[in-house]
C-alpha cells in the first residue's frame, strides 16, 4: 500500500515536547487516511490520532489538549506534535495509513501500512 518510515522519538522529562514524523513513499492509492499508535511493554496497541486524506482529526481521550497530528502533503509527511508529556505517554509510537477518502476510527484493524516505530520515554 505505503512504505512508512517513523522518526522523531527520544527521552524528554515531564512537561517536555516531541516532534514525531512519518515520510509515506511508494503509494499505491491516491487519497488514505493516516494515524499514530502507541504500545507500552505489556499494553495492547492503542490510537493516539489519526487524520483523513481530508484534514480531519480525531484524537484520544488521554492526549487531546497536548497533541496535535498534522500532515504535509507536499512532503509527504505526517507529524505529531507533543507538549506537556507524561510519564504514562511512554511507548513505542508507530504511524499508520489506509486507503480512505474519510477519516478513520483509531483501531489498528483499520490500518493496513505501519512504520517501524520510534521510542517515546518521559521520565517524571
Known sequence: LVKLVDSGGGSVQAGGSLRLSCVASEFTYSKYGMAWFRQAPGKEREGVAAIGDDGKTTYAGSVK?????????GKNTLYLQMDNLKP???AMYYCAAQPAQ???PLRPDE???WGRGTQVTVSS
Open 65 to 73: 489538549g497536548r497533541f496535535t497530528v498534522s500532515k504535509d502533503n
Open 88 to 90: 504514562e505517554d511512554t
Open 102 to 104: 474519510w477519516l478513520l
Open 111 to 113: 490500518f493496513g501500512s
